[in-house]
């Protein structure tokens, strides 16, 4: 531990919880365009297609679902492997500098396959694999077909993790359109939004990004975000620019001088978030949000739940069931607690279901 964290100012739990939730825009609905408040957040988790619907329904103040859907069909926002080697929904913008950024990532995720890939020359591949998703989009199994013909000893689920790898390939519309279906099928975003991808940024940069929309933050959690790692030269660079606090176990934490830290005592209305929320997901500790004895709560094997907070924390899980709407929360709430989730959930429906009907319960979710 450095002196400069044992003697920096203290942030609680509490007082880390409310200035994250104000970062992510959950401490009251924010007046903001879809496009900014995705690129503010450095996108949206999109591992399926719903989630960045609910992550702006709990987020924006008068969003309409067909917003966020527009962008896509419009090619102004793009479903792309980028933090985490996850699929984010992020501003054209932030695809063409982001994935180029993340790419050390993806060169040791292909690492992961080698044994798969013994004998296959990766430069080749790439040429090839671009040529195919160019030529017109191609789902993974076409991809795995078109690659294995090529090299028919190596693993076929292997040759398509590395061209997914090796090239920025995006999921194309109407994947991802809200009240569409479409199959996953692949081109590169060059090819897609018509221009090229851009150098990756200064690490620097996206710094100061994700202390806008995480922090305050440690080096660990920015790394844990990012899949990224050695980022603390960056940090040392950045700090004569940040301020320094530490957390209750005596970490280092990194600010901007003019982000918002809200008193702890702040109100956080409930809100209803989907799986996968980057608020969950985006910190080495996690109990800002998560409590510790909730930890692993909102999985059962391999499905994730929809998240409830309470009181800006993990307090529960809820699933849209046939026609209700069923809460679970993981401990007692009182009734103006209950009530408040209600609401939320009342709003939440209304955003992204109008005119449709659903009871709202609270009853058993995970092992129902």
């Avoid at 959950?26 to 949206?44: I, S």
């Avoid at 329904?57 to 917003?67: I, M, N, S, T, V």
């Avoid at 980057?278 to 109990?287: F, P």
Wanted: glycine fraction near 6%; charged fraction near 25%; hydrophobic fraction near 40%.
């Amino acid at each position: 531990m450095t002196k400069t964290a044992t003697t920096a100012p203290l942030l609680t739990t509490r007082a880390l919880n409310r200035a994250t939730l104000a970062r992510q825009l959950l401490l009251q609905p924010v007046r903001m365009t879809a496009a900014d408040a995705v690129g503010h957040l450095l996108g949206l988790q999109a591992q399926n297609v719903k989630p960045p619907y609910h992550q702006l329904a709990a987020r924006l103040d008068g969003f309409a679902p067909q917003e966020l859907s527009r962008l896509m069909a419009d090619r102004r926002a793009v479903r792309i492997v980028t933090m985490r080697s996850t699929i984010h929904t992020h501003t054209a913008d932030d695809a063409l500098t982001l994935r180029p950024l993340v790419q050390p990532a993806r060169d040791r995720e292909i690492n992961v396959f080698r044994q798969g890939l013994v004998g296959v020359d990766l430069d080749r591949l790439a040429r090839l694999a671009r040529e195919l998703v160019e030529a017109e989009p191609r789902t993974m199994r076409h991809l795995r077909d078109a690659l294995g013909a090529e090299w028919p000893d190596a693993d076929p689920h292997a040759l398509a993790v590395a061209a997914r790898c090796r090239l920025p390939l995006v999921q194309v519309t109407p994947r991802g359109l809200w009240g569409r279906s479409g199959q996953v099928a692949l081109t590169t975003v060059e090819h897609w939004l018509g221009r090229p991808t851009a150098p990756a940024p200064a690490p620097d940069t996206v710094v100061l990004r994700y202390l806008a929309a995480f922090g305050p933050a440690s080096v660990k959690d920015m790394q844990t975000w990012s899949g990224l790692t050695r980022l603390r030269p960056a940090f040392e660079r950045l700090r004569p620019r940040l301020l320094t606090f530490r957390d209750e176990h005596g970490v280092e934490l990194f600010d901007l001088p003019d982000a918002p830290r809200p008193d702890p005592a702040t109100p956080a209305p409930p809100r209803l978030l989907p799986e996968y929320d980057n608020l969950l997901l985006s910190h080495a500790d996690r109990t800002r949000v998560v409590p510790a004895e909730h930890r692993g709560r909102t999985w059962q094997g391999n499905t994730a739940y929809p998240t409830l907070l309470v009181d800006g924390f993990l307090a529960g899980v809820w699933k849209l069931r046939d026609d209700a709407l069923v809460i679970e929360p993981f401990g007692h709430l009182t009734a103006v607690e209950r009530e408040a989730v209600g609401a939320e959930a009342e709003r939440m429906l209304r955003v992204l279901h109008p005119g449709e009907s659903y009871d709202i319960r609270f009853g058993t979710v995970v092992t129902g």
